[in-house]
C-alpha cells in the first residue's frame, strides 16, 4: 500500500496488486471513469508473470480504494479492459498497465431489438 490505496479484485482486497507505482483515475461529465494501474514489469525466465496473471485478464471487476480523512473512498470499480506493456531495453523501466473503465463500459456491448405486435405502448413498456 505504497501510494495509499488497496486494489481488490472480485471484491478481494489483494495485497500484490496493491503494491502499484502508479495509479490514474480520470472522471468527466458524459463520460465513463476509466482508470490505469502501472506496475514494473518483473521478467523471471524471460516471462513477465503480470501478462499472464489471469486476476488481470479483461473482464476481471477491479475495485481502487484510498484512504481520506473521511475513511475509504472507492475511487473506481470497473471491469478490466486490457493490458499494455512497455518494454526498455535492458527491463529496468519496463512496465506493465492495466486498463479498467466503471460498469459504463459493460453497459454499452449489447444492443437488443424487440418487435412488439398486438400491444399497446403502455403494455410493452
Known amino acids: 500500500m505504497a501510494l495509499g490505496i488497496v486494489i481488490s479484485i472480485g471484491g478481494v482486497a489483494d495485497a500484490q496488486l496493491s ?9 468527466g ?5 476509466r482508470f490505469q494501474i502501472v506496475y514494473p514489469a518483473d521478467i523471471a525466465d524471460g516471462e513477465i508473470p503480470l501478462l499472464s496473471d489471469s486476476r488481470l485478464d479483461p473482464g476481471s471487476e477491479m475495485a481502487i480504494v484510498a484512504d481520506s480523512p473521511d475513511g ?3 475511487l473506481a ?6 493490458q499494455l506493456a ?9 512496465s506493465v498497465e492495466v486498463r479498467g473503465s466503471d460498469t ?22
Open 104 to 125: 459504463s463500459f459493460a453497459m454499452d456491448r449489447e444492443t437488443k431489438a424487440t418487435v412488439w405486435s398486438d400491444v399497446t405502448d403502455s403494455e410493452a413498456v
Open 77 to 82: 470499480k470497473g471491469p478490466v479492459t486490457g
Open 86 to 94: 512497455r518494454l526498455a531495453h535492458g527491463g529496468g523501466s519496463s
Open 19 to 27: 503494491e502499484a507505482a502508479q495509479v490514474v483515475v480520470e472522471e
Open 72 to 74: 475509504a473512498q472507492c
Open 29 to 33: 461529465m458524459a463520460m465513463p471513469t
